[in-house]
């Protein structure tokens, strides 16, 4: 009997130990959470604390990179002034740029300079494109006609622009000069930082529609400037005097030229005139179809609308026209061209295809 009471006991002490075991594990649970939380508040507090020297880094790096933005390195161009009192001509030179921005994916630039003054914009020039070349030199010189008197109410404008065959060119920076600011009594010749360039839209100068038809057999090319439509306002009275000229140019050399006839006051001209050219079928792969559309000016010189060119070289709209003419032989195939300015048809033609 005394063994069976040892064992009756023993089993009470052993089931009182493990009550008492799981009794202690579940109070051990519900304060743990507890510190947990403080020691998780403890923390959070202390990283906030730190937090704020790091927010306030963050805020001030942030500070600093927006000023590093501002004052983001475009290059510089090296340039000259001078003005001519005895014919009435300023005469700006573009000698060279440096440490251009980089616009291309290869890390370089093909930059050319476009000069012209403001408010006006009507005579626009520009440099040679330079292939390749972060530190071009230009060597090139720019002649406007102004008497002296005008010239205080207008802004000099250099911009430096990377050529892009295919797409739009881009603007890597610009110089803005006040003629009122600059002394012309002697010649100049400085340094100037680009600045960023305030985008604007695009200027529309109209749409020209053009039929092309060769003959492969006769080697004969026929052009017909059929019309034109939207074109920019030239005149005071909010009009224009249109008429086109048709260039036939070989290896940038121009082989033969033609024009329209002057159409009045009109913004939308009706032209339906054919032009003629003898081209051997062995050339026509290499000959470019200029058309430009001026304002004729009985007094001054005739402004330039707008201009787009057909053939070797071209792209776009301009290279699907030439290759649906000659993909159907002697049948017109007609077809509407956006005019584009002036300066950027030159430079597209300058740079041989690729």
């Known amino acids: 009997m005394w063994a069976v009471g040892a064992i009756v006991v023993l089993v009470l002490v052993l089931v009182g130990c493990c009550t008492f075991c799981f009794f202690k594990k579940c109070c051990a649970k519900k304060k ?72 291309d994916m290869g890390g370089t630039s093909d930059p050319y300079v476009k000069v012209y003054l403001l408010p006006d914009k009507k005579k626009k020039y520009e440099t040679k494109v330079q292939r390749k070349n972060l530190c071009p030199i230009f060597n090139e010189t720019f002649i406007f006609k102004i008497p002296y008197t005008e010239l205080g109410g207008k802004v000099l404008v250099l911009q430096v622009f990377d050529f892009d065959r295919f797409s739009k060119h881009d603007v890597i920076g610009e110089i803005k000069i006040p003629m009122n600011s600059v002394d012309l009594g002697q010649p100049m010749q400085c340094w100037r930082d680009l600045e960023n360039s305030e985008k604007e839209e695009a200027e529309k100068l109209g749409d020209v529609c053009i039929s092309l038809r060769y003959v492969p057999t006769a080697g004969k090319l026929t052009v017909n400037i059929m019309e034109a439509k939207n074109l920019k306002k030239m005149d005071v009275g909010g009009l224009s005097d249109p008429f086109v000229k048709i260039v036939l140019q070989h290896n940038g050399k121009r082989i033969k030229k033609k024009k329209t006839t002057v159409k009045k006051n009109t913004l939308n001209p009706y032209f339906n005139e054919s032009f003629s050219f003898d081209i051997p079928f062995e050339m026509i792969q290499k000959v470019q179809v200029v058309i430009t559309v001026y304002d004729y000016d009985k007094l001054g010189s005739n402004d330039a609308i707008g201009k787009t060119f057909m053939g070797y070289g071209a792209t776009g709209v301009g290279l699907k026209h030439w290759s649906e003419m000659l993909a159907n032989p002697r049948r017109p195939v007609a077809q509407w061209h956006v005019l584009c300015p002036e300066e950027e048809v ?9």
């Open 346 to 354: 030159e430079a597209a033609l300058k740079v041989p295809p690729r």
């Open 32 to 103: 743990k959470p507890k510190k947990v939380r403080e020691r998780k508040a403890g923390r959070r507090k202390k990283a906030d604390d730190e937090g704020g020297g790091e927010s306030g880094v963050k805020e001030e790096g942030d500070k600093k990179e927006g000023k590093g933005e501002e004052k983001e390195k475009l290059g510089k161009l090296e340039f000259s002034l001078d003005y001519n009192f005895t014919d009435a001509q300023l005469i700006v030179g573009i000698l060279q740029a440096q440490d251009l921005a980089a616009m």
